[in-house]
């Protein structure tokens, strides 16, 4: 079990958990997810782990909640107990001295971008960040990623909060302006599509960290399998980040639309409709 330590309200239908999870916390690293379980009924949700605290053993989840599981999860409060945690899964992000580098993160993905960034300025890199959101009320940890970057950027689909558009917009003018070593970028299947349409043309190396359908986590259910360069891959082992020019997106974004009609009669059930 893991006890719940903090919670906090990031955006509108996204929050923050503390969870106390010490030997997990011990061994993660940026780029590493979890899997947990709420109860004996329910659904295995796997989570990239968007900070730790080695010294006070606790990990921080971010949730957005978009179908019954996210959204009972997002009922729990301080103290209450998630029968199952485990990680840290999955391989930690590459994190070298490559120069300067893009770290975009759409939506919730700003979460796990985080960790990332921040871990990469730590080696030296200069880091300029992208985030965005659909609007002002989705955006959340401006200051934190501002405090690991060199420059940031953030953009809104309405223009309710700095500047109207995407973030391949501000994407496409870096890399017109100057040379950039790395992009790594997490959000919507769609955006990190968009994303590495943008980086392609410059040939600059491009990391996505995928989001499919997750089981088990250890590789042998295969839920998650992807196509990377025509070739099968399971997110969870082989991943979850692999060179975004050679995902197909396609195929990941239509895996993800499988169990919609499920997952929307749950959610219905689970609010009473």
Not at 50 to 70: H, P
Not at 220 to 244: H, I, L, Q
């Amino acid at each position: 079990m893991a006890r719940t330590i903090k919670k906090e309200q990031l955006a509108t239908n996204t929050k923050l958990f503390d969870l106390e999870a010490p030997l997990i916390a011990k061994k993660c690293l940026p780029g590493q997810f979890v899997i947990l379980r709420i109860d004996e009924q329910g659904e295995r949700i796997p989570l990239t782990i968007a900070d730790y605290n080695r010294e006070n053993g606790i990990i921080t989840i971010v949730v957005q909640e978009v179908g019954k599981s996210t959204y009972q999860l997002g009922k729990l409060e301080v103290g209450d107990e998630i029968l199952d945690l485990i990680g840290p899964l999955g391989n930690p992000s590459e994190i070298e001295n490559f120069g300067t580098v893009i770290c975009v993160g759409g939506g919730v993905g700003i979460a796990p971008i985080y960790p990332i960034a921040r871990a990469l300025k730590e080696k030296g890199n200069r880091i300029i960040s992208i985030i965005g959101a659909r609007s002002k009320d989705l955006l959340f940890w401006e200051q934190k990623v501002k405090e690991v970057s060199d420059e940031l950027l953030i953009t809104t689909d309405d223009g309710s909060y700095r500047r109207k558009g995407v973030v391949t917009e501000p994407l496409k003018e870096i890399l017109e302006r100057e040379k950039i070593d790395r992009v790594i970028a997490i959000g919507p299947p769609i955006m990190m599509k968009f994303v590495a349409k943008t980086t392609q043309p410059f040939k600059v190396k491009t990391i996505v960290s995928l989001n499919p359908i997750m089981v088990d986590g250890t590789g042998m259910c295969g839920a998650c399998r992807c196509s990377v360069g025509g070739k099968t891959k399971f997110a969870c082992v082989d991943g979850p980040e692999f060179d975004a020019h050679l995902v197909d997106f396609d195929l990941l974004m239509n895996r993800l639309k499988v169990y919609l009609d499920e997952e929307k009669n749950a959610l219905e059930r689970y609010q009473g409709k």
